[in-house]
Structures are given as C-alpha cells and as structure tokens.
C-alpha cells in the first residue's frame, strides 16, 4: 500500500514562499508523470519482446490452468493499470485506488507463483504444502484487507497547477496509517524469505545426490529466479519502509523520487521473467541433466539420482 504525501496546513512549513511552494509541487507531479511513462514504455517493451514466448508458452495450452491464469493477471494488469494511471492522472482518488490495487495484484500474483514452484521443489509434500499455503491465504488476506482499509480511510484531495497536472496529497496521514503500511509491505518480504529458505534447503540436498548443482538446469533457475525476486522485494520493502521513515524531513522533491523508484510494477516484468524461465528450463532440460518433461508448471516433481539396476522415473505433469 502506498500513501500520497501529506502537504496539508499541518505539515507545510512555516515561512515557505508560495512561489516556492507551487514550482516544487509542479516539478513533484512532472517527475510522478515521467516515470509513469517509463514504466508503462518498460510494460510495453517486455510485451513486445517476449510475445513470440508467451505465444509458444502459454497460448498453446488451456486457459484454464492456474500459472497460466496467474501469468496473464500479472502480464496484463500491470499495463492496464499503468494506463489507467495516465489517463486518470488528474483525478487524485482514483489514481490512488488504481496504484494501491494495481500493487496488491502483482505482489500477491508473484507470490503465487512462487508458492508454486516451491512446492514442485518438494513435489508438493502434504503437510508442507498445507503449511505454505495457509501462510499464502494469510499473506494475501492481511494484505488485501489492509490496502482496501488504507486506501479507503485515506482523506486524498488535489489541486491543479496547469494543464494535466495535479498534486495530489492527505489530511489523514496519521503515525498509525504509516505503521499499517510498513506492516503492508513487511508480510510479502517474510514470506519471501520462507520460501528462499525452503529452496535453498532443497537445493542443498539435490547438491549432495547429484553432485553439484550446474546439471540440474531446473534447480538452477529455480534458486536464481527465487534469489533474484528475494533481493528485489527486500530492496522495494526497504524503499517504501524508509519513505515512510523519513517522511517529515526529506524534500517533496526526494520523496516523490523515492516513490517512483520503488514502484512494484518492476515486480511484473520479473514475475513474467520468472514463467520464461522455467519453462524453457522444462523444455531444454532433457540436454542438461534434467530427468523431467513438464506439461503443465503446478505438477513438476523432481526425480531421484539414477541408481544401477533401477528404472529411470520422472514425474510428468
């Protein structure tokens, strides 16, 4: 969940010239509309680019299936609300509403997907994939639940400085709002670590059975793809953590910089990334010492290391 800056009469400093005033809010909403426009430009790229593999991946197969529908959410929502965020630019409420809900979506896609591949890490274990998954309801229930509550509450007004351009601000940014939004952003870096660990144990084991982890082209993606996503949530969570802790010192200028970094629409273009990946590992793995031939992502399962006088069994989906 992300919150506007306040810049009500409470928290405007004494003594500012209005002039002064008036140029920062408008070099603060330009700044706002540029990297809107970068990450919409980066949404399109990505599209453009790796259509030709979301044809070959995900077009082919039924619509149906769960990654498959978890892929399309997190493809198509983040552009869909990217332009939303252009269009409705002006109209501060209901900019907020698309940014908070746009970011809920992707975050909770991703760890969706995540989920996923774990669990086929550990050829989804009963009482392990029990455990994951009521850690995954939570997560997403406590996370919608308090976007929707902090979007709703928040008081968002605006004010035109010129043609398209808007500052948006709130009267309710209370220290409670602020501890409810670090706590927004703090459940999906948890539950991000507890799936980096539960990989990285696994990957552990398969180390020691095939000796070394550079054949097992899957395992390689999956701790990859895993440790990239990882860093990249920490580095989003602490730069929303810390706009909320040095919201009242830095510069409007600083903060609105900030915000736009730390957009989650980053999140998306990795997430689809991710789906790549693992499916090509799926499609090439017979040439890296991969034992599997997956037909659908939820059911990969993993083969034990060949033993003389045994059959070879791999898990199909």
């Avoid at 929303?240 to 009242?248: D, E, K, P």
């Avoid at 997430?271 to 059911?299: D, I, Q, W």
Wanted: charged share 15%; with cysteine; aromatic share 12%.
């Amino acid at each position: 969940m992300s919150l506007p800056i306040e810049i009500g009469e409470d928290s405007r400093p004494i003594g500012l010239d209005i002039n002064l005033l008036l140029q920062t809010s408008i070099s603060n909403a330009t700044i706002s509309q540029y990297c809107q426009i970068a990450a919409l430009v980066l949404l399109v790229y990505d599209l453009l680019i790796t259509f030709d593999k979301e044809v070959e991946h995900f077009w082919a197969g039924s619509f149906r299936k769960p990654v498959t529908i978890l892929f399309f959410v997190n493809r198509y929502i983040a552009i869909l609300c990217a332009i939303a965020r252009l269009i409705f630019a002006v109209r501060c409420k209901i900019t907020f509403w698309v940014q908070n809900i746009s970011a809920c979506i992707i975050i909770i896609s991703i760890d969706c997907i995540l989920t996923v591949r774990v669990l086929a890490f550990y050829s989804h274990y009963r009482t392990l994939s029990m455990s994951v998954v009521i850690l995954l309801v939570f997560e997403v229930a406590t996370k919608v639940s308090g976007t929707l509550y902090g979007t709703y509450v928040q008081d968002v007004g605006g004010i035109s400085l010129g043609r398209d351009i808007t500052a948006c601000w709130s009267n309710t940014l209370s220290s409670y709002m602020i501890a409810l939004a670090i706590l927004d952003w703090s459940l999906p870096m948890s539950f991000g670590l507890i799936l980096m660990c539960l990989a990285l144990y696994k990957a552990a084991q398969y180390w020691e059975e095939c000796a070394g982890i550079r054949g097992l082209l899957l395992v390689n993606v999956l701790i990859r793809d895993q440790a990239i996503y990882f860093l990249a949530m920490i580095s989003l969570c602490a730069l929303h953590i810390a706009w909320y802790r040095v919201l009242g010192h830095a510069t409007w200028t600083e903060l609105a910089i900030i915000q736009q970094v730390a957009n989650p629409v980053f999140l998306s273009v990795l997430g689809n990334r991710m789906l790549f990946n693992l499916k090509e590992a799926g499609k090439y793995g017979f040439n890296e010492g991969t034992n599997y031939r997956p037909k659908s992502l939820s059911g990969i399962e993993f083969c034990e290391p060949d033993v003389p006088g045994t059959e070879d069994v791999s898990s199909t989906v």
